[in-house]
């Protein structure tokens, strides 16, 4: 009797799951295969897991093409599958990269778009994830993520409408997971998470304790709205050992005709089951999800899909205890959502450093191919002023805009933006931003036009300013700088520097006519050096552009040949003492017989600041085992302790009105320059490494270390794809006790834009100008990998060393870091500026122009900007973009995390209707983050936590008032129906 009740109650749990699904969907079609209450339910979910780039472009591995590399064409899959699909009603297949999917669509004809489109609102095939591509989770800058989400899943939205909506997240490949793209997921609206790399330690713990499924809270200041259910996959993402039945498997097929030779049905079916009783031996109820392919599966669907049926009836006919069926992670999800157990908790940490085995630390891709990187950095933050611009354009230019977020979409892969694809591949995600670059200057000059007139000239980007290369300003005599602030904040003063010809003569002028004082500073000879560098220009002009409105332009005239004297040219002094730059806020002491820096001195405040580069040797190996892992793309496994690649470097001064430098030079082959700006409290480190030697076959992998004398404890701080910090502890985990068996990669972190180290009173932070790994192996020290050059694969699929080579030599890198020395007090307000600055940088454009300087000022003697009034401090627009005609995409962003500053880390209210002085607001609603649902009707499942043991769905409460409050590190997205205000 006690059973029947258990399984009559079980029965209506079941049904009501059912119904609250169609009701949550709106896809009256939509269901699930039927689960047993008394039996072990095997969810087989059938999945290809198609790489956007990694072993081939993404192009070649849509087609087919190059077949050397890989045999696989997703649009064969594809194909194949759909076909599949339409013979059994109870199988089912899931999808993920809509970069994929979207190419597909668009070649197939319209009966076919059809019987896809039945087979999604019956929810045979389910769309998990949807982003244009399952981005990296170490490298991205929480924009860019967020934009590739939106992206994809708008085009699911536009094209199956809500019954292609996801509700599950798949992030099963990338190598660790970051607490904020999980934030981020819930704020999407996602109901759970499935990942499966996961530490190797951390997965014998949590598969020997049931911890296998939990709660991630990242943040708990969040509370359940950051709440989101993860499940670590078993055996990662692919199907038991035995049991691949594409046509490039070795594996056996279920051979299931008594009559031949070869009858295999029992030995199968015992197989698997045998795998079946060891996953659920991982897991807290009567569901367990087995996936049912691997990387570029079911090629040959049929293959997959008629073993998979014999699977599971001969295995329901034997068993009589376990129940396998089709299904889908959402349907799995529900299943165990009803089955109303109390789940762990993970709160306040990430799923950082990945190691597969005990040498195997995936910590060398934060750093891997860094120039690349760079591209992908300095593309987002085009990309985001772009977008803005373009909403001056209604529908005009919607293609080139397209283009460029297509391009930046498919660079956030996970073997992309991470380095860790072979090198022809790294040259196409790069050709195809360099196109997306070419069509974003497209949507700048047009918006130029749009805000000043017709006769505006064409501007270019400078795309090779990086190197100190502009054909503009070394060729031109005359030419016009337009710079846009894509920050909803007027920039009071900034530093703008761009290469000339050294012996010319130039004098800048602002947008009024008003002559600005400048620098000419000689660029170093490592940057003369530079291979593939093409440019005659010796010197870079420096002046401080000021006053730059917010979300607007401004523009500068610059005179070349001038019959006017120009500013003083800075002289070079060397010296063999202790020598200071002091720009009157921050004095910079060098040792002068080791030409180091010793020490710095802000505000009265004296801090021991030391800086110098080291390098690793990287482990050679032949990967037999986990004792002869190499270094490569994925893997960081330094030979022994760092080097210092010099005690002393050779130094010179320069000294201007607006900027002071010091240019130290360790080797031919490394070189720095220490830099204050007039007005600045911060210490800008200009590095330059490259080509990295080849010494007795091995490769090297170059850090910097700053070192200062704060009491750290074994505490340092990074930050979480640009957004919240993470805290770290040397050689300790939160959930696991660490075994230490690699001493420095196991303490290697992601930093996507800082690092910092803390005492009572004072606070260092390192900001960088791109991903990078980092760590603190000393107490007041703070290290960062800035570059590496390997001899060795590390057998982790890409067949290839990363050595990259760039015009006949080994690859050259120049980038930025900026340290900031701060008490505690102002520590948060220094960081969170800069790295605002950092993703939201001024945009430089620059024009040749045939007017003299009257005529130019005359014409074009205007700031512009979009906005009517500035936002506070600590609130960022996030995104700006067109949506559909007369709507546009608006995210407003608080900076700051809670308690994290006294000034900033409070609630902010906006008036969303008086932001915007070229459309104005008729009204509008707010969606989750992604932009792919209304918040007030988004209704994401509910768990049961030992904190909160009776877990009721809600609905989202959100207002529709015209002032709109902000909380602490929250990010709010609104559909605005607006009128355009056409110009005078």
Request: glycine share 6%; charged share 25%.
């Amino acid at each position: 009797m006690r059973n029947q009740i258990r399984f009559v109650s079980s029965f209506f749990i079941v049904i009501f799951c059912c119904i609250r699904f169609i009701d949550a969907s709106k896809c009256n079609e939509k269901t699930c295969n039927p689960t047993h209450p008394n039996k072990l339910n095997v969810h087989l979910v059938p999945h290809t897991h198609d790489d956007v780039g990694w072993l081939k472009t993404v192009d070649q591995y849509y087609y087919g093409g190059n077949k050397g590399h890989a045999p696989f064409g997703v649009q064969y899959i594809l194909d194949s599958v759909i076909s599949e699909l339409q013979k059994n009603p109870d199988r089912r297949f899931i999808y993920v990269e809509s970069a994929f999917f979207w190419r597909w669509w668009e070649s197939i004809e319209e009966n076919e778009q059809k019987q896809v489109k039945d087979l999604v609102k019956e929810g045979r095939l389910e769309f998990v994830h949807g982003g244009w591509c399952m981005s990296d989770e170490a490298t991205p800058h929480y924009t860019s993520m967020i934009d590739q989400m939106t992206l994809g899943l708008k085009f699911l939205n536009d094209t199956f409408e809500e019954c292609g909506r996801p509700t599950v997240a798949w992030q099963i490949d990338p190598f660790g997971h970051s607490s904020e793209l999980a934030i981020e997921f819930a704020e999407m609206g996602y109901d759970s998470l499935f990942v499966s790399r996961i530490d190797y330690e951390d997965h014998s713990v949590r598969k020997n304790s049931k911890q296998m499924e939990m709660i991630w809270r990242p943040d708990t200041s969040l509370g359940e709205s950051g709440d989101l259910f993860l499940n670590i996959m078993y055996n990662t993402y692919t199907s038991p050992s035995g049991f691949c039945f594409d046509t490039y498997c070795n594996d056996e097929p279920i051979m299931d005709n008594r009559k031949l030779h070869g009858y295999n049905v029992d030995d199968r079916i015992q197989k698997f089951e045998d795998h079946v009783q060891v996953y659920r031996k991982a897991y807290r109820t009567n569901h367990i999800l087995i996936p049912m392919g691997g990387d570029f599966t079911y090629s040959v669907a049929s293959s997959w899909f008629k073993n998979i049926d014999k699977l599971i009836r001969y295995t329901n006919e034997k068993f009589t205890s376990i129940n396998l069926l089709y299904s889908t992670p959402d349907c799995y999800i529900r299943a165990i959502n009803a089955a109303n157990t109390t789940w762990p908790v993970k709160d306040n940490d990430d799923f950082f450093p990945y190691a597969s085995d005990e040498h195997s630390y995936w910590t060398g891709y934060f750093t891997s191919r860094p120039a690349f990187k760079y591209m992908v950095y300095r593309a987002n933050n085009a990309l985001q002023a772009v977008k803005q611009t373009a909403t001056l354009l209604g529908n005009n230019f919607e293609e080139e805009e397209l283009k460029f977020k297509r391009a930046l979409g498919i660079s956030q892969h996970h073997d992309a933006v991470s380095g860790t694809e072979k090198q022809h591949v790294t040259d196409d995600y790069a050709l195809y931003l360099h196109e997306g670059l070419v069509e974003g200057r497209k949507i700048f000059n047009e918006a130029f036009k749009f805000l000043y007139t017709s006769e505006y000239p064409e501007h270019h980007l400078c795309n090779l300013k990086n190197i100190s290369q502009c054909d503009i300003t070394e060729s031109t005599q005359n030419f016009v700088v337009t710079l846009y602030n894509p920050s909803p904040r007027r920039i009071n003063s900034i530093p703008l520097r761009f290469p000339i010809i050294g012996n010319a003569k130039h004098q800048v002028y602002s947008s009024s006519g008003a002559f600005i004082d400048s620098d000419v500073i000689p660029l170093s000879e490592g940057v003369l050096k530079i291979p593939g560098r093409k440019s005659n220009a010796t010197t870079e002009l420096v002046f401080l552009a000021k006053d730059i409105p917010p979300l607007g332009a401004t523009n500068f005239y610059i005179q070349t040949n001038a019959d006017n004297k120009p500013s003083a040219k800075p002289q070079p002094v060397a010296s063999d003492a202790d020598f200071i730059l002091d720009n009157g806020l921050v004095q910079l002491t060098f040792n002068g017989t080791s030409g180091l820096l010793r020490s710095v001195k802000k505000n009265g405040t004296e801090w021991n600041l030391a800086q110098n580069f080291y390098t690793y040797d990287a482990m050679k190996g032949y990967n037999y085992n986990a004792d002869t892992r190499a270094s490569g793309a994925y893997i960081f496994r330094p030979k022994g302790e760092a080097k210092p690649v010099k005690e002393k470097a050779i130094v010179t001064q320069y000294r201007g009105k607006y900027v002071q430098e010091v240019h130290q030079v360790f080797t031919p082959w490394l070189s720095q320059i220490i830099r204050l700006y007039q007005g600045v409290e911060d210490v800008e480190f200009e590095w330059l490494i490259g080509p990295i030697p080849i010494i007795e076959w091995t490769g090297m992998e170059i850090i910097t270390r700053y070192t200062t004398d704060l009491p750290s404890n074994g505490v340092f701080y990074t930050d979480s794809n640009g957004r919240r910090w993470i805290k770290r502890e040397r050689n300790r985990r939160k959930s696991w006790n660490l075994t230490i068996t690699e001493p420095v990669s196991c303490n290697y972190y992601p930093l996507t834009s800082a690092i910092s180290l803390k005492s009572n009173e004072k606070q260092v932070t390192v900001v960088t100008d791109r991903p990078q790994g980092g760590t603190s192996m000393t107490d007041g020290q703070l290290e960062v990998m800035l570059h590496r050059r390997l001899l060795y694969d590390d057998n982790f699929g890409v067949v290839e060393p990363l050595d990259e080579i760039a015009f006949g030599e080994g690859l050259v890198v120049r980038g930025k870091h900026t340290v900031q020395l701060n008490l505690i007090a102002s520590a948060a307000e220094s960081h969170r500026f800069k790295a605002a600055e950092s993703a939201y940088g001024a945009i430089p454009l620059f024009a040749k122009t045939n007017y003299k300087l009257e005529e130019w000022t005359n014409k074009f003697n205007k700031n512009v900007t979009l906005m009517k009034a500035e936002l506070p401090p600590n609130v960022q627009i996030t995104t700006l973009e067109r949506w559909r005609e007369n709507q546009i995409l608006l995210r407003l962003e608080h900076l700051f995390e809670l308690n994290e500053s006294s000034n900033y880390s409070k609630p902010v209210t906006v008036d969303i209707e008086k932001l915007f002085s070229f459309f104005g607001v008729d009204s509008y609603k707010e969606l989750t983050l992604a932009a792919n649902q209304e918040k007030v009707s988004s209704k994401r499942l509910k768990w049961r936590t030992p904190d909160n043991p009776a877990a009721k769905a809600e609905l989202n409460k959100t207002g529709t008032d015209k002032i709109i409050t902000l909380q602490p590190m929250q990010i709010r997205t609104f559909l605005l129906n607006v009128t355009p205000i056409k110009r005078r």
